[in-house]
């Protein structure tokens, strides 16, 4: 029972953190090493891009994840599969 409770609250934390990261992606990069700069840096876009693709990235594997331990289904799983390569794919071929 404790475990679960850690494992929901881990749960909650990561998605909280993956969407906080996605709609604020400069202060994500930031984050535990704004000491080190005087001023603040400017992030070019592709380090702004590349962090929303982990933030996406990241709550697709979550999610995966959380799905292929509650659920048997093989269908849904390999569907969730599919739609993160499709995904990665997309971006990849976007950025060309």
Partial sequence: MLSMIF???????AYGYL???YFYPEESMLLLNRW???K?????DT???YTKFESIFGIFILTMIIVGTLSDSQFLN????IVLFSYVIFKVLKTK
Avoid: R
């Fill in 7 to 13: 494992a929901i609250m881990f749960i909650i934390i």
């Fill in 19 to 21: 969407i906080w990261s």
């Fill in 36 to 38: 080190v700069y005087k």
């Fill in 40 to 44: 603040e840096p400017e992030f070019s």
């Fill in 47 to 49: 380090a702004i891009a």
């Fill in 78 to 81: 390999f569907f969730l599969l």
